[in-house]
Each structure stands twice: as structure tokens, then as C-alpha cells.
């Protein structure tokens, strides 16, 4: 979707990617056939663009630092990866900057963990340093029997921290150029699967958010983003806990609870993206309707599908909505497939065509 | 801009081209390399996608129609090619659907344009059959030194027109899928270059369009269009004289006119071109703002050009302006290199900026 923002603006894309079905690859006959995580392909990238970024945090560094050393711009910097790469290096980060943070410790064995849980009781979390997405990479220690389930993993790899019992979890989007603009999004409400596990829903703005409680998120968001040097499109996760916000990470990417900006305001996300990493004027905010609302469409199942009968259905349910499908080859279980944005006055109401048109959706599917 | 449309909502788009850096071949890896109005091109296209569209109408019906004959459908169909792509013949069909239409005439020789002339007075319009486009293909006579300067064409490949002295040209999209379901856009006002020949501005709603007139353009642009069996998006140009309004023709795919619906509507002319084609729902043909502006962009010289310091100078004049920039790789004078789309309240105010965010663009751009 980036992809495509740069193309709207003239730019011609290049992608590195070894799949030449991936979702970037079908849509620019420019590519590099190598490994996304690869030195050689990253340098070879470098050759042929005037710039370089991301759609995952999982690039390594240090490819992007031989592509800085080479002259080329990257955007995320190598050195922001560095931290947002490392979910303990970003919350020490964060703790250094002195943004509202959970307790937090670093593990040399699992005798620090349970130490940790003494400290600050049960349920503890254990979260991946690396690799870690949408609930994988999270353990929740509730009691015994938790504990003997990690006790196999590696603890240098984990990190402890303290369970939060928030009350909603709001996302900002923040857009930030190389010479120093700066974008900041309305604060909206990210609501989770059953499991708590993916995002499942985006309301735009946040339902019922006090302007102190706006503004107070929108602040922390923004030194999230300059404690990491961030250049580009952040997503930042917060926590709200009565009347306090806790930080609960970055993606240095535009980021799925800011798909909404797509159809909903004067610039999307995406292109927010483009216009940051290619230092043009950022552009403003504002959303187009009084309500947004993002459905994502997480698969419901393994194997191929019938996406024009699925199109159909939900379009006939509220023709009025954004449908965007990123081109994945085949659905499993819980892969997000794609999300559709629907405009509208009423929270609730547009909240309900949404569910109903991405039933309908599904249905559709099989 | 179809492609892309497409593209979100999961299709993948395979280009008939033999140019690999043509707009259309820059954002898909998926490309036959064919000439775009050859019946083997047209046939190997056919044999990899369900449903064939085009860009021009200067694709051959024959083309189409060897596909149809194939089993493949294609939209707009050959038998409505076969009408709009021969200027006569248009208007013809409007003129045997009782559209309000200017007198015409066919040409068997001069003699004939002389003889209409006589009849209808001067000035008087010779319009090429086949291929024009903005002024190509229209002469204005207005004088016996006019007249020296046909002598040369051949007449059989033009007809004569009452030239209209219309007080403004509106234009209407129009959307039909293939079982039925029709979608009408917002009639618009398209003001012209100062030489009369190219779309400049368009601007909608039209300004101070009454209600009856509104009506009227929208009941004589869906008839035009059902008259010419159209399935698929149809921009329908009409001249506006007093509180008459006169067909003056078709355009068988997503219009310039139309180009404002891409950020300024809940569904962009395009999204509804591919539901229309593909036989989904249409969507709604809401504006998102009380003003929509669309300021084309049309090369002031030949050659090269810096689009970035001319895309960063336009946002400095206007942040909120979206900018469609086509991929083509060189200017040529009067070419239609892009477009740019600016929301607004009112009326003068948001011709005033896209003006300006233009000039910006063009003195940024050499």
C-alpha cells in the first residue's frame, strides 16, 4: 500500500522480495529477486533507488546500515531499527526518555523472572525480544503450570514485564520528515480478537476521549518517535489505564490501526509514509467523516477462495465501503487477508456495518 | 488508475502493451507484450484474464470482438466500440434515441460542408470520424481561408456539425453493470485551456447548477449511454446553452472529467469502473466536501523533468492537495502529465488554490 502511494505520486517502485507473487511484487515490474533479509539483495536494492524502506521490523539492521554506508537513504534509519528491532533495547529506550512504561527486566535465567513475579505478582508477562507480532512472542504467566511451559525456551531471549490491566488500547499514527515535519493523527481505539491476540477492529477517533486524554497520548506518542530518531510512518501502541497512558511499542511502519487513514482522511497513512522518507511537506490529518471505522479480515480458515462472490456479498451488505485485499496467495488460519474502511456518523451504527458487511464477507469466501 | 483500483480490491492486472515503461506497464509485473490494438495480442490477453476493459476508445472493435467470440467478456463491448469510436456513427445513435443533439451532417465531399454551411451559417464544425481528442481532429471553419485548409483532408473521413455557442460544458460519469445496476455521478462543470481544446479545471459540483438542470443532464447522460448499450464506466460531455443541454459525446471509460471523483467521492470513477466490469456492486456517488477541485496537469514544454522539487513545491503551496502524477517518461507540450485534486468549502476559494499549487508545481518542476 506504500508501494502504491509512491506510484500516485510518480514515483517508480522497486521491490526486494524473492516471491514474485508477494503482495509488492505484483504490483511493479521492477524487482530484485533476493531475499528481503539479505545483505546482497539490499545493496543491490541500494544500486537502483534513491531512497529505501520497509514494510516489516524484521529487516535486519545491519542491511540497512550497508546501504546507509553506501550512500543511500533508508528510512527507518538502521539505527531505529536497531531498538523498535528489540523489544527490551525499546522499552529501555522509552524507560531512558522517561515515557509512562511498565516495570520491565531483562532475563539471564529464568530465577530473574520468577524474582520479577515475586516483586510484582501474578500474571507476569514474558515477551520475545525479537521476531515477536501479533501475540506471538507474548507469554502470560498465570500460575504453575505456565512456568513449566517456558522453562524450555531460552531466557536471553525473553524479557519480563509487568501485566497491565488497561482499559483500552488507542494507537497514534506520527509521520516525521528527514528536515524535521511532523504529522500527528487523531487517537483511535484499536479493539482486539477474542483471544486479545490481533487487531480486529479500529475506531476513529477513539470513542468518547476527553481532550486532555487526546492530547496526553498524542504527546507521548510523539517523544515515542523522537526517543528512536524515527524517520517516516510510526504506529505507536498505547495502553490507557484509567486516567494514565502507558507506551506499549512502535512499529516503525505504517501500521494496521491506521489503515482507517486510507479512505478516511486527507492523507492516508501511506502516503504520509512517502511524503516523510522523501522529505516532501507532510500533509494534514483530518479525518473525512465524523466516524471511521477499519475491519480487518483475518482468515477464517486455511486454503484457496472465491474473492469475487466474498466482494460481492460484503459490497452488497454496504456498497458504501473500502475493501482492500493485499493479493495473498492463500489464506491460513488467522493471516490477515486484507480490511475494509466504512465511513459514518454514528459510532455504533458504523461499527455494526462493518461486522455485518464482513460476515457477509466471509460467508461469501466459502 | 483502473489498474490500481483493481488492484485493491485483490485482482491481479495484466497489461496488453508492448511499451514496458508505459503507465499502465509500470505498476503490474504482469504485461503481454503485444501491441495494445492487435487481435493477437488482444486474443493472448484474453486467454489469461476473466474480463478485458481499456484505456482509449482507439482500441479496435475487431479486437474486442475476437475475444467475445472467444468467450472472453469484455467492457465496454465491441458492438458499443464499434458506435463511440466512430464519431458519425455516435451521433447517429443519439440522434436515433431522440438526444438532444447539433445538426450534423455526413460528408460525401466538400461540397456537402459547403452546402451545410449554407444552411446552418458559420462558423461551422468538421469533426474527424476516427481518433480525435482534445482539438485533434476538429476544425472550426470560419472563413474562406478555412476552407483552403480542408481542401486537402479527405471528406469521407469527416462530417459537419452546427457549432454550438454553449455557455459552459458540463460532464457527467455514468456507471451500468452488466445486470443492471447504474450509478450517476455528480454533474460537474469542465472549463477548458485558453485555445479551447483541453480540459484545464473541472469543478464540482457544477457552480449554481439549479436543480432542473441538474436533473436534466443526469437523465440525458444515462440515456446517451444506455442508447450506446454501455456496461462499464462512461464520461458523457455535455454543452450547456440557456437552459438546453445538448450531447456532445461519450467517452467509453473512466473520463478526465471524472478524475476529481478519486479523492473527492466515497467510490472514485475507477473503483466503480472495475465493480462495473466485474459485476459487483456499485457504490455510492457521494461527494466528501462541498468542493472538489481537479487541476490538470498539462506539460508547458518538452522534455525532461524534476519531479520531486516540483511535487514538494506544490504541497508547500497546499498540503492537502492530491497529486497524480501518470509515469509517463517524457513531456511533450499540452501532454497530460497528471492531475491534482484539492478539497474545499467554497467555490473560488479552492479554484484559487489548485491554481496556485499548479503554478507552484510547473515553476518547481524546470
Redesign the interface.
Known sequence: MSA?AA????Y?VVVLDSD?LSPA???????VPQAWNSVAGTLELAASVSVITLENEWVLPSCLEKAEQGGCRTYPQSNTLQILGDKLLQRQCFYNHSLPSPKFRKLSSWDDAHQASTEWGLPLVLKSRKGGYDGYGVKIIRNAADWAKVDVLEPKEWYAEEHIAFDRELAVMISRAPSGGTAIYPVVESRQTVDGNRCDLVIAPAPSITEVAESMAKEIALRAVEAVVGVGLFGVELFAVGDRMIVNEIAPRPHNSGHYTMDGC??SQFEQHI?SI???????TDL??PVVVMANLLAPSDGLFD??KA??AA??AS??LH?????KQEMRIGRKM?HMNL?GKDIQETISRAIAARAAFWKGLT
Open positions: 502504491q506510484q500516485r505520486l510518480g517508480a514474485p511484487s505484483q504490483i511493479t515490474p521492477f524487482r486527507i492523507t511524503r522523501c522529505d516532501l511537506p507532510l500533509g494534514p473525512l467523516a474473492l469475487r466482494t460481492a459490497l452488497c456498497s458504501d475493501l482492500h485485499w493485499y493479493g486484507g465511513l
